[in-house]
C-alpha cells in the first residue's frame, strides 16, 4: 500500500447558503490521490473528524464543514481554518437519501449486493442520485440505480468523478459562489 502523507493548509470558510464549506488551496488538492471524492482523517483547528472531501470540478477540492463540527470550532463566515488531513483507506458509510433507502428495503434480493459493494462504490451510487435538483431526475435515477444493481452492475456509468455534484452548491458540475 503507498504511504499515505499529511496535507496541511489554511483556508476560509464560506457560507453558500446554509452550508459551509472550506476549499483546499490548489497545492493542498493538487496533494491528494484523486481528482474524486477522497476520505480523509483530519483535524481542524486541532478538532479530530473524519469525513470524505469532495471534489470542486476544476481539479480541486472543498470540505464540508458540518453543523456539530461547527459548533465545536466556532468559525462562521470568513474565519480562517487550519486543516491537517491525510486520506484513510477507511470509507466512512455514506447517508442514504430516503428514496433510496426505502427503494433499497423494496429490493431485499439487492440486500447482499448492496452489502457487498465497498464504501467508496455506495457513495458514488448515493452522489449519482443526489446529483440532481429535478424531482422527475431523481426519481428516474432510484429506479435506475435499482436496476442497474439487479443487473450486476457495480458503480453507476456515465458519471464524472471528479464534478461537484452537490445541487446546492455546483452550477454545470463546478462549486458554484466561490469567491
Do not use: Y
Not at 50 to 71: C, F, K, N, Q, Y
Not at 94 to 110: N, S, T, V
Not at 124 to 139: G, K, L, S
Not at 160 to 169: K, Q, R, Y
Amino acid at each position: 500500500m503507498a504511504e499515505r502523507t499529511a496535507v496541511g493548509f489554511e483556508g476560509r470558510a464560506q457560507l453558500i447558503g446554509d452550508r459551509l464549506i472550506v476549499r483546499l488551496p490548489d497545492d493542498a488538492s493538487a496533494a491528494l490521490p484523486s481528482r474524486g471524492q477522497v476520505a480523509v482523517d483530519g483535524a481542524a483547528n486541532g478538532r479530530a473528524f473524519a469525513t470524505v472531501v469532495e471534489p470542486d470540478g476544476m481539479r480541486g477540492h472543498w470540505i464540508s464543514i458540518d453543523v456539530e463540527l461547527r459548533a465545536a470550532l466556532g468559525v462562521g463566515d470568513g474565519d480562517a481554518v487550519a486543516f491537517e488531513i491525510e486520506p484513510s483507506g477507511e470509507w466512512p458509510e455514506p447517508e442514504l437519501p430516503d428514496d433510496f433507502r426505502a427503494a433499497l428495503a423494496d429490493a431485499p434480493d439487492l440486500s447482499d449486493t448492496w452489502k457487498s459493494l465497498t464504501p467508496m462504490a455506495r457513495w458514488e451510487w448515493v452522489r449519482w442520485i443526489d446529483a440532481t435538483r429535478n424531482p422527475q431526475t431523481r426519481d428516474r435515477r432510484v429506479h435506475v440505480s435499482i436496476s442497474k444493481l439487479r443487473a450486476g452492475k457495480r458503480r453507476p456509468c456515465c458519471f464524472d468523478l471528479s464534478a461537484c455534484t452537490d445541487p446546492e452548491l455546483a452550477k454545470s458540475g463546478k462549486l458554484a459562489g466561490f469567491r
